[in-house]
């Protein structure tokens, strides 16, 4: 059956939506009795017989929709001709007692006319226009303005449309898309009450069937929304769907919590675009066709032509419909067969033909017969196509007979800003993604299964995101989504046909899609045991190779901060790393300083090489050369930080009583002989590092976001390596973070051997791995108090505001 988004509210808050609809209209009823009373008053103070006609009150944009919310304008023109003896008058009578009860009025004064040339002037105006309804006065002069403006934009309509889409495109590029925002602006984004506005006029036109009624379903949720949220609002109403107003806007609605709430405004703003891309691509078609029939005005015009696409789907007019043999209800491949046919073509599945296979299913037999796994995955794998083609399924309710799962992630949101999208069009985005890497593979039909399960556990609430402190509603308790989503594979994999093995493959995908990306921004790529743990999980290097291609295809469908040249870099080195290991045995040995970094320790104490990046703007080598002794590493840390540069990774090497360490840094790359002077001065003791990095991170605070109270995490990761004790420090991040670690691990004294950080928005996770003064890994009863230590330095400075 066809979803709709107010499916799946509880009565209570369909009861509550309801209502807040009704106080709309009763608004529109008070307004156009107020104006009405007016009006009549006008014509009693001026003596103008009120059946004199000649003058009229027309309603214009929302207001004219009836849609009239607690903060809306009254957009209200006076209509005259030349029967009225004194509009300025009848105006006067009108407008002021508005203004003395302090109305937001927007009005006009304006002849059928000069109406009409307004609209011709300006799309907006245009638009505002042609929704237009008579209020009080002269019907007739209403009719005739309704019907001189509509004939008008008719006869443009070939003219002004691309204006009007190409104006959608461009705000829709500036707001961005409800259902990929996290403080949605209903009205101006994309899917929002604006284009449900252009959806009517799209309609008025006459060239295409805009379902109208679905529209004013659909802008009447989100009015309901907006009306809740305006109250909320107090006295500065807002648009936007503020995360700070989310809470009180979802109780104002009667949905459960913000996260209801958003699933709710997601599912009518993403509606509301699928009914406006198939409207502008049926629109575009339909000028098409009226510009090759005024070129060829002798030619007789052709019928619409079947095109076969495979048994029992055909293409006709740029869509995918039901052939005349089809056997609905009864060939249970019909709707993959159908939707693959379009995604294959790039052609648009018609929606009346998605809601025919919906409302009349033929389930298929478990497990899957081949061709129906064949066709499921070829329709994954037939990228950008597959969006608008998957959309069409889920709106018709035939997504749920493929994925059971699915409704779990339906416009789920993901509250962190690195992801652009809700969760269930991420796992769509990393499918097209996927598809263009299926030659790097030796089943591409498991990788493309395997980007749509990866996030499938995400979407119920307590489950943990991508990362620590990313991706789950916050102050929630955290399951592990990858966890949730391998028992979710293993159900769904017999059933869509996968035997045993395969089926294996696609849990150990779904289970472990973060470990490349994780390990090689958090891990000692050159410690054999980071290495062997990672060749353990996966197994063998086909495996290795379809979870390397999910780790780019997620990354890349995450967002463009996500995959950049240098994480790419660094999965592919421990991508390598793993593959030797896997075919020949081999561990990495740490490398050794080059010749030039063991020259430079040699003759410069302290010295600096900047290696600067072969990409601007990605993270690039800074070598420094300190004395060897505790704290060094710590004052080169804060060094950096004050040259505003945010550590990647840090090696540290000795060379007799030298200390070499090798950063990777993000920034603006530094003069070496200034960051040596100013590494001189802080070694020495001229310059006292701590205290500036300290102000530096209070300066920090008080330009972020509040309440982030949360206290630092610091826990040892037994295991990870043979050779040194890895801790791991998940932080809030800040300028000083590194530093400020540095310093307290420098205080127990012990070592730093390397150190690993990833960032994901406002959230750090710093590992380092620490040595004993003379070498080896730290003693249980030692590593805790370290862990105690940072957690204390931390919890002292900095995390809390």
Known sequence: MPLTPTSSLAPSARARLTQVGRSRAERTRAADGRLRSLLSDAFAATGIPPTAGGVSVVALGGYGREELSAASDLDVLLLYDDRCPDVAAVAERLWYPLWDDRVALDHSVRTVAETSEAAAGDLRTALSLLDARHVAGDAALTIQLRTTLLAGWRRTAPRRLPELERSCRERAVRVGEIAALLEPDLKEARGGLRDGVVMRALAATWLVDVPQVNIARLRSGLLDVRDVLHEVGGRRPTDRLRADLQAD????????????????????????????????????????????????????????????????????????????????????????????????????????????????????????????????????????DLLAVWETCDQAGLVNDLV??????????????????????????????????????????????????????????????????????????????????????????????????????????????????????????????????????????????????????????????????????????????????????????????????????????????????????????????????????????????????SVRSAAVHTDGDVGVSIWTVAGEPPDPAVLRERLDAALSGRDQVAPRVARMDATHAAHG?????????????????????????????????????????????????????????DNAVDVFYLTRPQGGPLDDGVAAQVAESIRTALDDRGTNR
């Open 249 to 384: 806007v979802a109780a104002g609605c009667g949905l459960p919590d913000r996260d209801a709430l958003l699933r709710y405004v997601y599912h009518l703003g993403r509606t509301m675009s699928h009914t406006a891309d198939i409207a502008w691509r049926r629109a575009g078609r339909a000028l098409a066709g009226r510009s090759v029939r005024r070129g060829s005005r002798t030619r007789p015009r052709p019928g619409p032509a079947l095109t076969p696409l495979g048994p029992g789907v055909a293409a006709v007019d740029g869509e995918v419909v039901l052939a005349p043999e089809a056997r609905l209800g009864t060939d249970p491949l019909l709707p993959l067969r159908a939707a693959y046919a379009a995604a294959d073509h790039g052609l648009l599945l018609a929606p009346h033909t998605a809601d025919r296979l919906g409302s009349t299913p033929a389930s298929l037999p478990t497990p899957w017969p081949a061709e129906a796994r064949r066709l499921f995955t070829a329709l994954l794998g037939s990228g950008p």
């Open 404 to 645: 059971p799962e699915w409704d779990r992630v339906r416009c789920a949101p993901q509250y962190s800003p690195v992801h652009r999208h809700t969760v269930d069009r991420h796992l769509l985005d990393t499918c097209v993604e996927a598809s263009r890497l299926v030659r790097r593979v030796y089943r591409p039909d498991l990788l493309l299964v395997g980007a749509l399960l990866h996030d499938l556990g995400k979407g119920e609430r307590g489950e943990r995101g991508d990362r620590d402190g990313e991706g789950g509603e916050p102050g929630r308790p955290a399951r592990d989504h990858s966890v949730t989503g391998a028992e979710i594979a293993a159900r769904l994999a017999p059933r869509w046909g996968f035997d045993q093995a395969d089926t294996a493959t696609l849990v150990l995908l779904v289970r472990h899609h973060l470990l490349l990306a994780d390990t090689a921004t958090r891990r000692d790529l050159d410690d054999p045991t980071t290495i062997r743990q990672v060749a353990a999980v996966v197994g063998d290097a086909d495996t290795l190779d379809l979870l390397a291609a999910l780790t780019e295809a997620d990354a890349r469908a995450t967002g463009p901060a996500t995959w950049t040249p240098w994480r790419a870099a660094l999965v592919g080195r421990l991508v390598g790393h793993v593959r030797r290991h896997l075919e020949r045995g081999q561990v990495p040995a740490p490398g050794p300083l080059a010749q030039w970094q063991r020259a430079l320790a040699r003759e410069h104490v302290p010295g600096v090489v900047v290696e600067p990046p072969e990409i601007d703007g990605e993270p690039f080598r800074i070598t420094a050369v300190a004395p060897g002794r505790v704290g060094s590493l710590a004052t080169v840390a804060g060094v950096l930080a004050l040259a505003r540069l």
């Open 705 to 761: 976001r509040p309440g982030l109270t949360a206290p630092a995490d610091v826990r040892v990761a037994s295991g990870a390596s043979a050779a040194a004790t890895v801790l791991e420090v998940r932080a809030h991040d800040r300028p000083g973070l590194f530093h400020q670690i540095c310093a307290a691990v420098a205080a127990t004294g012990c070592s730093v051997r390397s150190a690993h950080v990833s960032t994901w928005a």
